[in-house]
Nanobody
Framework: QVHLVESGGGLVQAGGSLRLSCAAPGVTFSSYAMGWFRQAPGKERELVTAISRSADNTVYADSVKGRFTISRDNAKNTVYLQMNSLKPEDTAVYYC????????????????????WGQGTQVTVSS
């Protein structure tokens, strides 16, 4: 069982920045591909970004390319999401997800490809 703990959400004005963190204590973190998803009210959960367990491959939703950056620190069992130039449409609950048993360069982009999920953290961007 993987316990994921997100932090770093909050309220920010448009154009501002936030950094989300997701910790996975007590596991071999380098065995897991990691993803960030978000879900706004009345909308489906969507991929924001994902990173392979080797950190050699990342994928981004078109809507966040050039503004968001995913990274991971396997020594700290933590994945990060740096969000810059935030827009009101980025407002959502952000979820961290993990999956093991994948190839080194796999960075899954669908929510059903992940077995483990955090509790979510709210990000609100005001205009």
């Amino acid at each position: 069982q993987v316990h994921l703990v997100e932090s770093g959400g909050g309220l920010v004005q448009a154009g501002g920045s936030l950094r989300l963190s997701c910790a996975a204590p007590g596991v071999t973190f380098s065995s897991y591909a990691m993803g960030w998803f978000r879900q706004a009210p009345g909308k489906e959960r969507e991929l924001v970004t994902a990173i392979s367990r080797s950190a050699d491959n990342t994928v981004y939703a078109d809507s966040v390319k050039g503004r968001f950056t995913i990274s991971r620190d396997n020594a700290k069992n933590t994945v990060y999401l740096q969000m810059n130039s935030l827009k009101p449409e980025d407002t959502a609950v952000y979820y961290c997800a993990a999956e093991s048993g994948l190839r080194r360069f796999d960075a899954p982009g669908k929510h059903w490809e992940y077995s483990y999920w955090g509790q979510g953290t709210q990000v609100t961007v005001s205009s």
